[in-house]
């Protein structure tokens, strides 16, 4: 049985990858954001708006143990699931866990451009944005680092770099 589940920061690639990985081994493919928005009909800023991020959480950890029962899944989780209740332990039983790292500069380059889609970071100047990626970065690091497997990514903006990752991650899981 193939469970995988991919973590890291808000655009370091855990939804493009997980795409591209699941294709390549002819696995579904999950991603948690998603599955969110489909099962309660609204948006994830919808939903931090009308429950707010603590909220939000709990319907997280909810479908994070729904979607992480499946079996030869590929998972993509948001950027806060691993750092939220005990949700790295499940994960860590659950499956191979993957931690997409990039550096603060590559989820800068990555962030800038979709900014009012995340509700963590909208109305945030550049400035702003940046001191915000390496101040969360810091405090979310510590649970990010305790998945399985780690592979560092750069900017991940064209389909060989996002073909290179996946047959990096295949080697590394022995897959
Ligand atoms: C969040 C990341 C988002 C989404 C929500 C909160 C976070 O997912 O779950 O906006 O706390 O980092 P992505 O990492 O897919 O952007």
Not at 61 to 75: M, P, R, Y
Not at 79 to 102: E, H, I, S, W
Not at 149 to 157: A, F
Request: charged share 30%; glycine share 6%.
């Amino acid at each position: 049985m193939t469970r995988i589940i991919l973590i890291g920061y808000m655009g370091a690639g855990k939804t493009t990858v997980g795409k591209a990985l699941a294709q390549d081994l002819q696995l579904p493919f999950y991603d948690l954001d998603w599955y969110i928005e489909e099962r309660f009909r609204h948006t994830i800023p919808q939903i931090f708006a009308e429950k707010g991020e603590d909220g939000f959480r709990r319907v997280e950890q909810n479908v994070l143990h729904e979607v992480a029962e499946f079996e030869d899944v590929v998972i993509s989780c948001g950027g806060g699931t691993p750092c939220f209740f005990d949700n790295m332990d499940y994960m860590n039983r659950q499956a191979m866990t993957v931690y997409l790292k990039a550096s603060p500069d590559v989820l800068f380059q990555h962030l800038k451009m979709g900014k009012t889609e995340r509700p963590l970071l909208k109305g945030k100047t550049d400035e702003e944005l940046k001191a915000y990626i390496q101040a969360s970065l810091a405090t979310r690091e510590p649970f990010y680092s305790r998945a399985r497997y780690t592979l560092d990514v750069s900017l991940l903006d064209d389909y060989k770099k996002i073909q290179d990752a996946v047959r990096l991650l295949r080697e590394l899981l022995n897959l």
